[in-house]
């Protein structure tokens, strides 16, 4: 998951950056992520991965490595402690193709 399979078209890095500096489309995400992912012309697979929290295929399509850690707190958690915690534990068994540690 270096950076040879970086794709830097994957509309996903413009979503997660924007997740990140608008609080505004961080409120909707987490009311409405559907809404916010009609906001971006996602790659059918791409938006199928991200619905579906699937990391292993987003780096497979081009997902920046940088960005997997960041994404998976604002899909299930962004808080320091117990959040975080499982948004990593999440991320980490989409990669893996583990069994969700969480139960979800």
């Known amino acids: 998951m270096?950076?040879?399979?970086?794709?830097?078209?994957?509309?996903?890095?413009?979503?997660?950056?924007?997740?990140?500096?608008?609080?505004?489309?961080?409120?909707?995400?987490e009311r409405d992520r559907a809404a916010v992912l009609d906001r971006y012309p996602l790659?059918?697979?791409?938006?199928?991965?991200?619905?579906?929290?699937?990391?292993?295929?987003?780096?497979?399509?081009?997902?920046?490595?940088?960005?997997g850690?960041?994404?998976?707190r604002l899909m299930y958690g962004n808080a320091a402690g117990p959040e975080a915690t499982s948004a990593v534990k999440k991320l980490v068994a989409s990669l893996t193709g583990e069994a969700d540690p969480n139960g979800g």
């Open 2 to 29: 270096g950076l040879e399979a970086f794709d830097p078209t994957l509309v996903s890095h413009d979503l997660v950056q924007d997740l990140k500096w608008d609080a505004e489309l961080r409120a909707l995400w």
């Open 43 to 67: 790659r059918p697979e791409e938006r199928r991965a991200i619905e579906e929290g699937d990391f292993r295929t987003l780096y497979d399509l081009g997902f920046h490595p940088y960005l």
């Open 69 to 72: 850690g960041q994404f998976a």
